[in-house]
């Protein structure tokens, strides 16, 4: 994308300075009237500053990183006095024991891997080339050297002829029986499993729209319409529809979630331009994580009102007061999301820097107490939790307070500190707990697969696409979750769910797949 300059916008006309008979003429009239201009002006500086930061965050948006790493040295600026005092309290701890030496590895190249298919391709000398220099004879060979190169095949269709015989009575020569078709994914429809599987793994797992997948298809001779694909997908998404209720059932009997949205354009038979569906995705607190996502034509609370029912446990989400509702209820509590409010101060850096960074380098110690926790079961880590980050939080409690009174509310640090003191008692609920996470960005990166999805497929083609995608969506991310190849269990359970029995469904969910396959393959 070219960098395009902005050009500031035409300042409107200033206004004349009065004339002087139009001053007041009293000293008290003419105080009022200073008060009162330079009050003025302090809201018009206000506002200016505002729509600055505003602009240079619109600038870092459209050309700059979207990485919040702050170098550490630049956290010390205005944070070195509070480390100083810190250090000076804390007992010297024993200098860690040595390690063991750091292996160095070689800088060869990966060996392919042994399972690859191997195509042996000789080179023996030419006939010109194989006697001996020295006395004329002729050359013996006594070895070989081998070297590997990786090559490609482009994947190639087939046609799965279903033979089924027929039989009769030779002695009556009637009672004739053609032996049973087996279930397909698509009754009397022509794609296969395992062509289901890839229509469904390009689009959702690696972000090919169907019209793509036309024109791959048609390169390999198969001439196919994309209305054709969109039907493929429809019956694949009914078919998983039950076993998707099953993966909401384990996230909803869990006793975290994790939550968050993004909008998805949905076409509308009723207007000339698409609005905006919602994509939700709910991550429970098994790891690997089993992950569902729900789609509602708003963005009303109504959509995750209905998802999450009567679920009793913690729900960790962004501040969005459409869940307000869900934590009146007394079943959830709600859990703030740290990186949610780390961003509001690393937004308010350029406009204020030193109380930016000092609020930077309180956050930063919380995340260095979590990475020391994160090896850690539940009870550990709630310990570790009270005895180093509890300490951190009653002194950065006390700070917000002091610099409420001190900044402006609308500014960018006025902002960030508002938001971190409304959700202080939700941002600090995860040192109450070894379970709970400090922040919720596993359902952001979550969300970052249908925002990838959604630059190449542009929009759903109505609502009940966006339930489908839904639908799919939770497959996939469920897969990489547990590092399942998406397309083998999509083939092998579009393959097995027309005939396999209701009772043992579960068996066909990602992670009991998994297990039954690692059985099978020891």
Known sequence: MPLVKLSPAPSPPLAPPPAPDALPDTLEDLRQFCTQLLAELAAKTQLIDKLRHELTLFRRYLYGRRSETLDPAQLLLGFSSWLTARNAEAPAEPAPPPGPPASH????????????????????????????????????????????????????????????????????????????????????????????????TAKYADHLPLNRQVDIFARHGVALSRQTLCDWVAHGAALLQPLYDDLKTLVLGGKVIHTDDTAVPVQDAERTHTRDGRLWVYVGDTRPATIVYDYTPTHSRAGPVAFLGE??????????????????????????????????????????????????????????????????????????????????????????DDQAVLVLPQSPIGEA????????????????????????????????????????????????????????YSFVATCKEHALDVWAYLKDVLERIPTHPNRRRAELLPQHWKAARARADP
Do not use: M
């Open 105 to 200: 590895r070689g800088h060869g190249r990966t060996p392919l891997p042994a399972f690859l298919p191997r195509r042996r391709v000789e080179h023996p000398l030419p006939a010109e080339a194989g006697t001996c220099r020295e006395c004329g004879a002729r050359l013996e060979k006594i070895g070989e050297e081998t070297s590997e190169q990786l090559d490609y095949t482009p994947a190639s269709l087939f046609v799965t002829e279903h033979v089924r015989f027929k039989y009769a009575c030779q002695a009556c020569e009637g009672h004739v029986v053609t032996s049973d078709l087996p279930a397909q994914p698509i009754d009397k429809g022509r794609p296969g499993p395992g062509l289901l599987a890839q229509v469904v």
């Open 417 to 472: 500190v508002g938001y971190a003191l409304g959700q202080w008692t939700a941002l600090t609920r995860y040192v109450q707990d070894g379970d709970l996470a400090i922040d919720n960005n596993i359902s952001e990166r979550a969300l970052r697969r249908v925002v990838v999805g959604r630059a190449n497929w542009l929009f759903c083609g109505s609502d009940a696409g966006g339930t489908r995608a839904a639908i799919l």
């Open 311 to 400: 679920f009793r446990g913690y729900l960790q989400a962004d501040a969005y007061n459409g869940y307000d509702g869900i934590y009146a209820t007394g079943r959830v509590l709600e859990v703030g999301c740290w990186a949610h409010a780390r961003r509001y101060f690393w937004e308010a850096k350029e406009a204020d820097a030193a109380r930016a960074l000092l609020a930077l380098g309180w956050i930063r110690q919380l995340y260095q107490v979590e990475a020391a926790a994160k090896a850690l079961a539940a009870g550990a880590r709630h310990a570790l939790r009270a005895e180093q980050a509890t300490p951190i939080l009653e002194r950065f409690k006390g700070w917000l």
